[in-house]
């Protein structure tokens, strides 16, 4: 349809390009119907949900306002999370990736501030952060918001849920008065209406209609006989669906701990992600999930906030979420991008009360499924397609894809495409390799060089 083409909306020329160079052709409904009133300066609240392309509608806005030759912070996007503001800032350096010379720079917490503080001295356009950390460098004045644009809360909800009104509020005692406000959230609790009516000036509001029936993400409901059946009922449910992304959510730390256990014994390639984890281990178990390298992550709600894998095959409540709104947050991760997803929810007797108020909640209409036959547990479990290894060298001593892809392909090397995602770290590069080339390609590592110089390398 043309008016759902980007071409309409009077970009600069430079976004367009990118656009194209992105294979984005039309529109999203959101973009559809947030970018006239973004791009007309308007304040704008979004309903949308991880998926449904509201990135590029602010980063659409927030660039086509930009004078990259002006170089002060002109444009600020909040996010709950470390994970979703990198891939919020990737987004927006995509789109940007026509245009000359912007800078966009993350700020996030669990990172060491000194290092943030010396790239603010080289100066940003564009920043995108958690607001914990945006309020410390505003404490420490390192970062000067007075020449603000465009101000962006993005899963507005989740920094609420988190806690993080006051470092809101901090944030908002730091820029202009004359701004443009764009606020998307999936939900609009009362404190969130109260943010837009105190700072948001005649905010647009843009709902994008979710129905039920061309969803596409099919909800599963399989009724349990009784408690002792939930981990062989999620183990003859991977066996059948074979994912090589799927999320299992549980209620408590523990649990995660325990059925990621339990299905490593069963032979599975699963993770455990939750609070406990430290800042490496967090990074270790997502790298390795989204490289493909381990197919099953076992998660609380929050532990997997602002987790963000495209292509989820599905996702499992391996306990009932504790209400409508959780139910809806978690099954979002899958089903993205035009993709169909499944969304499997095992309960017992005891929780069908659960499943009633879901059914009204969420408008639906509930048919319990039965499980695959009890014959497929004598299958083995399917491994992960890759193995990570770890390289004990990362940005910090100027490692870079390339060369890893280099060390691991040259000469005797294993093939190009048996190497997978590169992720590089402050001090430390991952990298996927085809589960059958992962001994060779150790050995490969281990004897050659990067850099000039050898690493400690081992698989994890
Ligand atoms: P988001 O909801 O912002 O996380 O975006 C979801 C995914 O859709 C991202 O991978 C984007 O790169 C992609 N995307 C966003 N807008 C478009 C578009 N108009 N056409 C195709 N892909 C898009």
Not at 262 to 272: I, K, N, Q
Request: hydrophobic content about 40%; some cysteine; charged content about 25%.
């Amino acid at each position: 349809m043309s008016q759902m083409s980007f071409s309409t909306l009077g970009l600069q020329p430079a976004l367009l390009e990118s656009l194209s160079s992105l294979g984005y052709e039309t529109m999203t409904p959101i973009q559809a119907q947030s970018l006239p009133p973004i791009l007309a300066g308007q304040d704008v609240i979004g309903q949308g949900r991880t998926g449904s392309g509201k990135t590029a509608a602010f980063g659409l806005g927030l660039l086509n306002r930009l004078n990259a030759e002006r170089f002060q912070v002109q444009a600020l996007v909040l996010c709950p999370t470390r994970e979703l503001a990198d891939q919020v800032a990737r987004e927006i350096r995509r789109l940007a990736r026509a245009t000359a010379n912007v800078k966009v720079l993350t700020l996030c917490g669990g990172t060491p501030i000194g290092p943030q503080i010396g790239s603010l001295e080289h100066g940003a356009h564009i920043i995108v952060g958690t607001p914990g950390r945006i309020e410390d460098h505003l404490r420490k004045r390192t970062l000067d918001l007075g020449r603000l644009e465009t101000l962006v809360l993005d899963e507005a909800d989740r920094m609420f849920d988190m806690g993080f009104e006051s470092a809101l509020e901090a944030v908002f005692g730091s820029v202009p008065g004359k701004r443009q406000n764009l606020l998307f959230s999936a939900t609009f609790p009362d404190a969130i209406q109260a943010v837009a009516e105190r700072h948001m000036h005649n905010p647009v509001r843009v709902q994008v209609e979710e129905s039920h029936d061309d969803s596409s993400i099919r909800q599963h409901f399989i009724r349990l006989p009784d408690e002792q059946q939930r981990m062989t009922a999620l183990r003859l449910l991977l066996l059948q669906l074979r994912p090589a992304s799927a999320v299992v959510f549980c209620n408590t730390k523990r649990d995660t701990r325990d059925l990621a256990d339990e299905l490593c014994r069963h032979g599975f390639d699963a993770l455990a992600l939750h609070g406990d984890l430290d800042q490496k281990e967090r990074d270790q178990t997502l790298v390795r999930f989204a490289n493909q390298s381990a197919s099953i992550l076992v998660a609380t709600d929050v532990a997997a906030r602002g987790l963000d894998i495209d292509a989820l095959d599905a996702v499992f409540n391996y306990h009932i979420a504790r209400d409508s709104d959780a139910h809806t947050h978690r099954i979002g991760r899958t089903g993205r991008a035009g993709e169909q997803g499944n969304a499997y929810t095992l309960y017992t007797g005891k929780e069908s009360h659960k499943v009633v108020r879901l059914e009204a909640e969420l408008d639906l209409s509930i048919e319990p499924e039965s499980l695959p036959p009890s014959e497929r547990l004598e299958e083995r479990a399917y491994k992960a397609p890759m193995v990570t290894l770890q390289i004990d060298g990362g940005r910090k001593q100027k490692v870079r894809p390339g060369d890893v892809l280099g060390a691991l392909t040259g000469d005797n090397g294993i093939a190009g495409n048996q190497v997978g995602r590169i992720d590089i770290a402050e001090n430390w590069a991952y990298v996927a390799v085809a589960r059958e080339a992962a001994k060779p390609a150790l050995q490969k590592l281990r004897d050659g060089k990067l850099k000039g110089r050898s690493f400690r390398v081992r698989a994890i």
